[in-house]
């Protein structure tokens, strides 16, 4: 099998900061604002944080949504976007970025001190 032929992992969640470049003012809250209602129309399972939104769907889906929320800016009169995104993906076990931040609360409350 050609290395192109690999298929992308079917679980991933995905972190990503959208950034417009070239807005009239220092607010992007109109643009994030949009995302998220792209975001919430997609299906996909998403959490908002201050600098920026957690995905979870499968690798091509999360890339989609990614891609067309830049091209629904573009479409929107921004110029110029550029995106860090931070992807991970594991094959033992599905864990959503629920469970993530729930282990570490436990791991949390286990430090504070019995009354």
Not at 22 to 40: H, I, M
Request: overall charge negative.
């Amino acid at each position: 099998m050609s290395k192109l032929q690999l298929a992308t992992p079917s679980q991933c969640t995905a972190d990503f900061c959208l950034i417009p470049i070239g807005t009239p003012t220092a607010s992007v809250s109109k643009e994030v604002a949009n995302v998220q209602r792209l975001l919430k129309d997609s299906g996909l399972k998403y959490s908002m944080h201050s600098a920026g939104t957690t995905l979870e769907g499968s690798w091509d889906e999360c890339m989609k949504v990614i891609g067309q929320a830049h091209v629904m800016l573009h479409e929107q009169g921004i110029l110029r976007i550029q995106s860090d995104i931070r992807v991970g993906s594991r094959t033992d076990k599905h864990q959503s970025f629920e469970d993530k931040v729930s282990a570490v609360n436990k791991l949390l409350e286990a430090d504070r001190d019995p009354e």
